[in-house]
């Protein structure tokens, strides 16, 4: 399994964007999903996760309410939508491949890695 995730760049504060995350390879459509960050300077964290067909999603408590994770397995691609974005939102974004059907946050369980997005928001 292959992770390209793309739609990152520069916005201003309370702007919008849509990362999206093309898998290739054998089928992942059993596998939950998850998106982590990587700020300067900072550890990767967790950001969103979604269980293998869409039914559970999790969140780190920084983006509830302005970011949504979705998938569409027909598609093999996995999005992040991010509504209201902050300067602290500012970081490389991964999309990561679970190991595990069901959702997770620890990047312990999930097994493959996309080469990053950069998104920057500007104050």
């Known amino acids: 399994v292959q992770l390209q995730a793309s739609g990152g760049g520069l916005v201003q504060a309370g702007g919008s964007l849509r990362l999206s995350c093309a898998v290739s390879?054998?089928?992942?459509?059993?596998?939950?999903m998850g998106w982590f960050r990587q700020a300067p300077g900072k550890e990767r964290e967790f950001v969103a996760a979604?269980?293998?067909?869409?039914?559970?999603?999790s969140y780190a408590d920084s983006v509830k309410g302005r970011f949504t994770i979705s998938r569409d397995n027909a598609k093999n691609m996995v999005y992040l939508q991010m509504n209201n974005l902050q300067p602290e939102d500012t970081a490389v974004y991964f999309c990561?491949?679970?190991?595990?059907?069901?959702?997770?946050?620890?990047?312990?369980?999930?097994?493959?890695w996309g080469q990053g997005t950069r998104v920057t928001v500007s104050s």
């Open positions: 979604i269980s293998w067909n869409g039914g559970r999603t």
């Open positions: 990561a491949a679970s190991l595990y059907s069901a959702t997770h946050t620890e990047d312990r369980f999930f097994r493959v």
């Open positions: 390879g054998r089928a992942f459509s059993n596998n939950a």
